[in-house]
T-cell receptor, first 111, second 111 residues
């Protein structure tokens, strides 16, 4: 299957700082990408998505950037809060409802 | 409340004893899928279903069975569990070309 990789397995940030979580994908045919947040003991929760006809999309405190040239995806979290501590996954969709997931980055917010 | 419900949340069993993990969604989603999550490997797809009576293998289907007799239910069956199937399992569903909704997981231990 397709592999989706993350540059860093762990990330620690001070409360109030901005966080950036990166993801590399390898299939240039991928046209839909999603970021998920997974808190301990819970299933992944949808954060934000982006389609390949866009290079940036903003939500509440989160922004996803897509660079198709280098096949790179990033999630930016503004003013990181303790409740943002979790594991973050990127997922790429190639066809239909089939997604491939990265291994995740563990974000720790230091109060 | 829109949700994907898995049962049980925790299960400890012995090698060879057949078990079923249930999954139910109340969102009328056509697509449902099972994943396993292992440290360092991320989420890997076991089986998926595009609609009632339509199922297909994912990346790691060996040792698992599924059925989709009704739209809302998608049980995962382990006919003869083995220790290498000890993992955290997630069921997910979606409608069309949209993000997956995940259950809260089933932690299975096979001794």
């Amino acid at each position: 299957g397709e592999s989706v990789g993350l540059h860093l397995p762990t990330l620690s940030v001070q409360e109030g700082d901005n966080s950036i979580i990166n993801c590399a994908y390898s299939n240039s045919a991928s046209d839909y990408f999603i970021w998920y947040k997974q808190e301990s003991g819970k299933g992944p929760q949808f954060i934000i998505d982006i389609r390949s006809n866009m290079d940036k999309r903003q939500g509440q405190r989160v922004t996803v950037l897509l660079n198709k040239t280098v096949k790179h995806l990033s999630l930016q979290i503004a003013a990181t809060q303790p409740g943002d501590s979790a594991v973050y996954f990127c997922a790429e969709n190639i066809v239909g409802n089939q997604f491939y997931f990265g291994t995740g980055t563990s974000l720790t917010v230091i109060p | 409340e829109a949700q994907v419900t898995q049962n049980p949340r925790y299960l400890i069993t012995v090698t060879g004893k057949k078990l079923t993990v249930t999954c139910s969604q109340n969102m009328n989603h056509e697509y449902m899928s099972w994943y396993r999550q292992d440290p360092g490997l991320g989420l890997r797809q076991i089986y998926y279903s595009m609609n009632v009576e339509v199922t297909d293998k994912g990346d790691v289907p060996e040792g698992y069975k599924v059925s989709r007799k009704e739209k809302r239910n998608f049980p995962l069956i382990l006919e003869s569990p083995s220790p290498n199937q000890t993992s955290l399992y997630f069921c997910a569903s979606s409608f069309g070309y949209s993000p997956l909704h995940f259950g809260n997981g089933t932690r299975l231990t096979v001794t």
